[in-house]
């Protein structure tokens, strides 16, 4: 590496390598300001957007609606582009986003072997488990190992479709709805969706997960 | 290219790890990758094509040993280079030594909302779909030194063509500087047993997005 930033008596606590990383970032950021291609404050806004605006919730809203609504839930289905576009919860969806549905014959799990492609606009930013070389390796030949990774254990007789988004297409899981929810609003439904049953990770919770 | 960015079967990395209540960003500096990222794309710097490329040309053990946003800085400092937008001496003296390049625009305040949308990558086309729903199709035994979005572990394999995604930007050509090029993409489904053998789960089916010049009739 060409930079400079090993500290003056040669010496490296824990810290070391975080803080020659800061430094290099830093540095970046200094000289792209400098020359006038980025301006600093609108990259307080960029991070500002995805720390509090974006994440998991606008998917658990739209799987709450769908296990709310069959109209919607068919909508969704068809061109969850569309269909999640029409809530405006979000500016823009971007055009390629894909709802697979969870069936009792069939659980649905998302990766990108290849990079870290994830929905942003309905999840936010994925985790470091997902961008992560375990889980982007053996999603594809073992997700029921990945599963039992996540505490997850589906009967043998299920159908596992992993879905490798290897283009600019997005996917979203639509879960199964629980048992023991009929009658619930859509607010009570979206408290039982995680983020990794979006993933096809995890199961949504139950009901008596949330009562107590 | 044959990168170990391209992992989908490889063994040997261990358990997956949830972190419970994971923060959007574990350190400021991820923060600002993420939106020096966003912001030079937004300039016309590169798009995400020329992003993941560079990613993937890093050496193989420095891909696998650095923390996620500390790969993008690698990858941006590279296609920074590669652009002639930052010099070397820049770099290691952590502040501009030159002035700036023209860039198409910059992305300011009152404008950044422009970069939440996401991008279409949709195209017209006055071609047909070569494959239908339901068409049999082998992925090409293709091995370009440059990027693509063909994972190894599907090579060769045949797979049944689930749906048309219409026709999009191609990764292949826009990464390589030759324009968009736009190609139909398909959601082509693999047998579990067809891609790993007879010792796969006899319940997966793994589908890939993939381009039309990937897939040949089986």
């Known amino acids: 590496m060409a930079h400079d930033h090993s500290h003056d008596d040669g010496s490296h606590d824990d810290g070391s390598e975080l803080s020659e990383t800061e430094l290099r970032v830093r540095a970046l950021e200094t000289i792209l300001t400098e020359k006038g291609y980025v301006d600093p404050a609108a990259l307080d806004l960029i991070v500002e957007h995805h720390e509090g605006k974006t994440g998991p919730h606008i998917g658990a809203g739209v799987v709450a609606k769908a296990w709310a609504d069959p109209e919607f839930k068919r909508a969704l289905l068809a061109d969850a582009t569309k269909a999640v576009g029409a809530l405006g919860l979000i500016s823009r969806v971007g055009d390629h986003l894909i709802a697979v549905e969870n069936t009792p014959k069939r659980h649905n799990m998302i990766v990108c072997t290849l990079c870290s492609c994830y929905p942003w606009e309905v999840l936010g930013l994925p985790p470091v488990w997902y961008k992560s070389a375990p889980y982007r390796s053996r999603a594809v030949i073992d997700p029921r190992g990945v599963l039992a990774d996540f505490g997850v254990k589906l009967s043998a007789d299920t159908e596992i479709r992993v879905w490798d988004s290897t283009a600019e297409t997005r996917f979203i899981v639509l879960p199964r709805r629980p048992a023991g929810t009929e009658n619930w609003s859509e607010e009570r439904l979206a408290a039982l969706v995680t983020r990794d049953c979006l993933i096809g990770t995890g199961l949504p919770r139950r009901p008596d997960e949330i009562r107590s | ?218």
């Open chain 2, 1 to 218: 290219m044959n990168g170990v960015h391209d992992m989908g079967g490889m063994h040997g990395f261990g358990k997956v790890e949830p972190e419970p209540n994971e923060p959007t960003f574990h350190a400021r500096w991820e923060g600002r990758v993420l939106a020096m990222a966003r912001a030079m794309a937004f300039s016309g710097a590169w798009n995400i094509d020329m992003s993941r490329a560079a990613q993937e040309e890093l050496p193989p053990a420095v891909y696998l040993a650095v923390p996620y946003y500390l790969r993008w800085t690698l990858g941006m400092e590279r296609n920074l280079l590669k652009q002639g937008l930052v010099e070397r001496d820049e770099l290691a003296a952590g502040r501009a030594l030159h002035p700036g390049k023209p860039v198409k625009r910059v992305l300011t305040k009152d404008v950044v909302e422009r970069v939440f949308a996401r991008g279409a990558f949709g195209r017209p086309t006055n071609t047909a779909a070569r494959f239908n729903p339901g068409d049999r199709v082998r992925a090409k035994k293709l091995n370009p030194s440059t990027h693509t979005r063909l994972p190894r572990y599907t090579r060769g394999r045949v797979g049944r063509v689930e749906a048309v995604r219409g026709c999009h930007v191609f990764p292949d050509s826009v990464a390589a500087g030759g324009g968009e090029n736009p190609q139909w993409l398909y959601t082509v489904v693999f047998d579990g047993r067809e891609l790993w053998g007879e010792q796969a789960e006899p319940s997966l089916k793994v589908s890939i997005e993939a381009f039309e010049p990937y897939l040949e009739p089986a």
